[in-house]
């Protein structure tokens, strides 16, 4: 690891950066400590002219950027001042050897809880771009997320031109009740959750919904420049279509890997999915708005939030005149909600640079393979309680027909104590244990197993996993989520995978790198991974309704044998359950 020089509040860094940057030598400045407060709070934000509290950071919503360079070590000290549970999550962040930073409740720690602390200790190795920061314990990230912008390390450049400007637009979702309740309420009944009562670009609705045109994000552009757009996708249950009217993008990363660039009209974007465009603004001034809009990719079943979201795309008149105050506003057309086909053809567009400076280290060979189903199902209703569900069950969701149950402990003690007895099993089955027509006519029989069930990796074990979806419930996309790597998406398609077949198909040269996929709907996507990170790692549907049904899954991966290869222990002030 590059040793890091300098130790100074983020505040502090930028406000002294200026004065001393000709004093620092770029070849000793390596890397440096980057020290942030999130003060967890509870203040009044008011949306759709409905006010309600809700839960942030530092009483901001969306809340702060974090700012690095890769290589730069982070300590973001965490104080809980509200009375939920609390834990951050760094997302897509490797998280090398610091598995006790990564921040799923129960699985890497016990919550933060009232009134206690805990400092997040992590390094940025090899990543640059955008990936983002949120709550990962009940629906909390509703409202606690934000960025996380990666720069290159000084003196290193981006395999592309520099951009004018760069300006995050984080995609969210907003309900008028308490999301806390919402889930709440729909796991005691067994049913679907309320849907959102809107989307949010940088926080804001938009002029699209009522008593909303105040609150719109705004971007202010110069013509004839290049701005690099930092979109995320932080909303709970749905993936996005988004485009801004009358001007094309070009896709330059995804998940803070650089890829091939493409241009495109229409971006499509799941829940924890990153993605910088770059927009090239038109050459002259047009006298006239455009809007950013973006709605839902939808290919369930159930409720959704059936509405769009927009942001304004204004040009600066050179001369700051305003010639004409009627400017003519345009929107762009966005696909059809359940466009899967454009869907497919928009994902398989994504191409690892795989060049001499980006190489994509594709494992070649697997030392492991696994088939796992994903999709819905059904719990028994408990006695003498009335269930909303299919046939008066409970809906639930599933990796191979095991609904997840989290413990009541975190994961990662249990294994490093080695107390894993009463808290989890390592018999996760590594293909379904009763084989259908995953993507015909479904069984009669749709209820789940509930357990704790994981599956252990030697370290360096190279890793395929095939993701199945099925028609259970409803056949419908999954953003899958896996922490503590990326993962090479090496093939996809609809319809059940073909073990014999379907392998000859696979791109094992450029293959795009993320952390975050979409299982397409009736269909099937291929992954690889080495697991060379040693600790107990999340996977799940980042869908926040599907993971709170079960839809989600840990790996437990085995020290190896040098030191640079096993998990540190426990920070002192890890919390406690």
Not at 258 to 284: A, E, R, S
Request: hydrophobic letters at 40%; proline letters at 9%.
């Amino acid at each position: 690891m590059e040793p890091c020089h300098l130790s100074l509040p983020a505040s502090m860094v930028i406000r002294l950066f200026g004065v001393f940057a000709a004093l620092l030598l770029p070849e000793f400045v390596f890397c440096m400590t980057r020290n942030y407060t999130f003060n967890i709070v509870q203040h009044n934000v008011t949306r759709l002219c409905h006010t309600k509290s809700i839960v942030s950071v530092n009483g901001h919503f969306p809340g702060p950027r974090i700012v690095a360079r890769e290589g730069d070590q982070l300590l973001v000290k965490v104080v809980n001042h509200v009375s939920n549970n609390i834990t951050i999550h760094w997302h897509g962040i490797r998280q090398l050897r610091s598995g006790w930073a990564d921040g799923p409740a129960y699985v890497t720690q016990c919550p933060i809880q009232t009134g206690q602390t805990f400092t997040y200790n992590f390094t940025i190795t090899g990543q640059r771009g955008t990936l983002f920061w949120h709550a990962h314990i009940s629906w909390l990230r509703a409202t606690v997320y934000g960025p996380i912008i990666i720069h290159p390390k000084r003196n290193e450049s981006y395999p592309f031109r520099k951009p004018y400007k760069e300006v995050p637009i984080i995609f969210g979702e907003w309900w008028n009740a308490d999301p806390e309740a919402v889930i709440n309420q729909a796991l005691q009944t067994g049913t679907g959750p309320n849907v959102s009562d809107a989307y949010t670009i940088n926080g804001f609705p938009g002029p699209l919904y009522n008593c909303s045109s105040k609150d719109t994000f705004r971007l202010k552009v110069k013509p004839g420049k290049t701005y690099m757009l930092r979109l995320i996708n932080a909303a709970m249950n749905d993936e996005l279509f988004f485009s801004i009217a009358n001007h094309t993008v070009i896709i330059v990363e995804a998940d803070a890997v650089y890829i091939k660039p493409f241009q495109t009209d229409v971006v499509v974007i799941t829940p924890g999915q990153t993605t910088n465009v770059f927009l090239k603004t038109k050459p002259y001034y047009p006298n006239a708005t455009f809007l950013m809009a973006a709605r839902p990719y939808f290919t369930g079943q159930g409720t959704f939030d059936n509405s769009t979201v927009a942001g304004i795309l204004e040009y600066e008149h050179p001369l700051n005149h305003t010639f004409n105050t009627k400017k003519m506003v345009f929107k762009p057309t966005l696909p059809p909600l359940n466009a899967t086909t454009l869907v497919a053809n928009f994902t398989g567009k994504f191409r690892s640079l795989n060049n001499p400076n980006f190489t994509a280290s594709v494992p070649q060979t697997v030392d492991k393979q696994f088939y796992f189903t994903v999709g819905l199902g059904s719990s028994p209703c408990p006695k003498n309680t009335t269930c909303q569900g299919p046939n008066g069950t409970k809906l639930a969701a599933a990796l191979n027909n095991v609904s997840f149950a989290l413990p009541t402990t975190a994961l990662l003690q249990a294994y490093v104590t080695k107390k894993s007895n009463g808290v989890y099993t390592t018999d996760f089955p590594t293909k379904p244990p009763s084989p259908f027509n995953y993507t015909g006519t479904p069984p009669n029989n749709t209820l789940v197993s509930n357990a704790t069930r994981l599956v252990v990796l030697p370290f360096n074990t190279s890793v395929e996993l095939v993701l199945q979806d099925t028609s259970i419930l409803g056949a419908e996309d999954h953003p899958l989520h896996l922490h503590g790597f990326n993962f090479f998406v090496v093939g996809q398609g609809f319809g059940n995978y073909n073990p014999t077949q379907d392998p000859a198909n696979f791109n094992l040269v450029d293959p795009v790198e993320r952390n975050t996929f979409g299982v397409p709907a009736g269909g099937w996507v291929a992954i690889r991974f080495l697991a060379d990170n040693p600790g107990v790692w999340f996977m799940h549907c980042h869908f926040d309704v599907h993971t709170s049904w079960g839809l989600r899954m840990a790996w437990i991966v085995m020290d190896g044998p040098l030191p640079s290869q096993k998990l540190p222990p426990p920070p002192s002030d890890l919390p406690k359950c």
